[in-house]
């Protein structure tokens, strides 16, 4: 793959993945 | 005021997120996203795309999460009231009342109609399931087998039948036993099917020729193309802003039905962003990995760049056969994938009418059921009689994307410039999860009303340009008398139930009722 498209999929990806994992994490941590 | 004693409300937060993200992950993601992505230069789109996520997308989720939570309070589920209550805060009794009817009649036209022909979409969805598994298009033309199939109108009318039951089942059962126990298990199932279909497209290799690959495809999409960008700056743009109002299912009323069944003190700022971050995942990440690089791998980038509405259709169907016979599993759960994400985000619209009849009516919601069951036979019978789908691009091209804008703006103009910025922030931040950053309430207040009214004024001009509005075929016609009759009917239907519930506050033009 062309290395600038490489980059703008991961980044894109990686931004999506963490954005919902954030949001998962935080919605169901259990209450102290 | 008690509303919430006699009002549904999810049963389980992940109930909620399902249904929420169902209402969001729709036909648009997997169908309309690699379509739009694949005619608008690839990479391209992508950069107007997240642009709009942000500015856009995800302002306007909490704006309408916010608006459903507070109409909810006072039992409200449809747009015209939410509106209506809202909008006092700023302007008298009297005055509130016309942004209320032009939110309601603006929700009611793409509730009844847009879904009168996307639940043929999700019909035409559960016959190619069928299709896939018997093998049927195997060897046929799969364009003429489209429009054949578009042109069997009892096999139109039987594979409709299929999610109009299923949408009337869960509208029936009610909020928390139909919706969200249908929610629970489509949307894990459409998640795992688009995995699967995604993992199979990147791993699929070069089947045709040594330079069409997936990984050829996926290039297309994310090779940053700032020279298409520029030359065809207004065209990309709007089609991407467009897209994120689709895909987020934003101007349509259904996020907001859906938020009114929240229970007061519960979550809305985190669950909207989760919401959005699933429909992001589904779209971007599993929806951008199977429809174009499958495509690019076995028939070449001039098709995909063709983007029509055939990809899903008539395309892909190609892809499976080449495939062989495991080319029936993956088509089967392909076009179930399609039927889950369209059939999940049809029962948010199904639910606003039901919600409206029962609320603003007052009519018993499982009769409500069987006489919304009833508005879309009658509605999505020009559909199916008309199968050079001439009379459905045009409900498409109005209800299913310019209205949608429209109501966007009023979002803007009622839910954060008439309730007042403050208010919106302590509405969403009541028993909130997360802490939206400020600078959020700048872009609502500021940005994203412009992003708006440059997306329209654009779309105006492209319709403008295009012909659209010199158009005189008697299918389009019809269309539009259609679109013009339930605009009023919406329109009436909204200031009935308002001044039913708010009669003596409109008629002393002062704020009387409030929510406890």
């Known amino acids: ?32 | 005021m008690s509303s919430l004693k006699e009002r549904e409300a999810w049963a389980t937060k992940i109930g909620l997120i399902l249904s929420m993200a169902g209402n969001a992950v729709g036909l648009g993601n997997f169908w309309r996203f690699p379509r739009l992505l694949a005619a608008n230069g690839g990479g391209a789109f992508m950069i107007p795309y997240f642009i709009a996520l942000l500015l856009l997308g995800i302002p306007l989720m909490w704006v309408e999460w916010a608006t459903g939570r507070y109409g909810g309070k006072y039992g409200h589920g449809t747009l015209g009231p939410m509106f209506y209550v809202m909008a006092r805060e700023s302007v008298k009794p009297r005055k509130a009342l016309i942004f209320a009817i032009i939110g309601g009649m603006l929700a009611f036209s793409v509730t009844t109609l847009l879904n009168s022909y996307y639940i043929h979409v999700i019909g035409w969805t559960a016959a190619y399931s069928i299709y896939s598994a018997t093998g049927a298009y195997y060897g046929a033309d799969t364009v003429n087998f489209f429009f054949d199939h578009v042109k069997n109108f009892p096999m139109v009318m039987a594979t409709w039948l299929i999610p109009m039951i299923l949408l009337f089942i869960a509208a029936f059962r009610g909020v928390s036993k139909g919706i969200e126990a249908f929610n629970k298990v489509m949307m894990p199932l459409l998640y795992v099917f688009a995995v699967l279909l995604a993992i199979r497209s990147i791993t699929i290799g070069s089947p045709v020729r040594p330079d069409w690959s997936s990984f050829t495809g996926l290039n297309y999409i994310w090779k940053p193309d700032f020279e298409t960008l520029s030359r065809n700056f207004w065209v990309i743009s709007l089609a991407a802003a467009g897209q994120i109002f689709f895909t987020l299912s934003l101007g349509m009323g259904i996020i907001q039905n859906y938020a009114s069944y929240i229970r007061k003190g519960d979550d809305i700022a985190l669950s909207a962003l989760t919401t959005a971050s699933l429909n992001e995942l589904a779209e971007v990440i599993i929806g951008g990995s199977i429809a174009i690089p499958i495509a690019y791998a076995y028939l070449g980038p001039e098709v995909v760049k063709s983007g029509s509405l055939g990809l899903a259709f008539m395309a892909l169907p190609n892809v499976f056969t080449s495939m062989g016979e495991v080319g029936r599993f993956f088509g089967t759960i392909w076009f179930l994938l399609l039927f889950f994400a369209g059939w999940t985000s049809a029962i948010a619209m199904y639910n606003y009418l039901t919600a409206l009849l029962e609320e603003d009516l007052k009519i018993n919601r499982r009769i409500g059921a069987v006489v919304v069951f009833l508005i879309y036979l009658m509605l999505g019978l020009p559909v199916a009689l008309d199968p050079s789908l001439t009379y459905f691009a045009e409900l498409d091209n109005w209800v299913g994307s310019y209205l949608l804008v429209v109501l966007g703006l009023f979002d803007v103009i009622v839910a954060v410039w008439l309730f007042k910025p403050d208010n919106l922030w302590k509405e969403l931040h009541e028993g909130a999860l997360m802490k939206v950053p400020a600078f959020f309430k700048y872009v609502l207040m500021v940005l994203t009303p412009i992003y708006i009214l440059i997306l329209l004024v654009g779309t105006t001009i492209d319709y403008y340009n295009q012909g659209v509005f010199a158009q005189a075929d008697p299918l389009i016609v019809q269309a539009r008398i259609a679109i013009i009759i339930i605009l009023v009917l919406g329109a009436v239907e909204t200031y009935l139930a308002i001044s039913r519930k708010y009669r003596e506050e409109l008629a002393k033009n002062q704020v009387i009722v409030r929510a406890e």
Do not use: E, T
């Not at chain 1, 980059?7 to 919902?20: D, E, P, T, Y």
């Not at chain 1, 935080?26 to 102290?32: A, C, E, G, I, S």
């Open chain 1, 1 to 32: 793959m062309d290395p600038d498209a490489l980059a703008f999929l991961i980044g894109s990806w990686l931004f999506i993945i963490i954005l919902v994992v954030y949001c998962f994490a935080k919605l169901f941590k259990p209450k102290k």
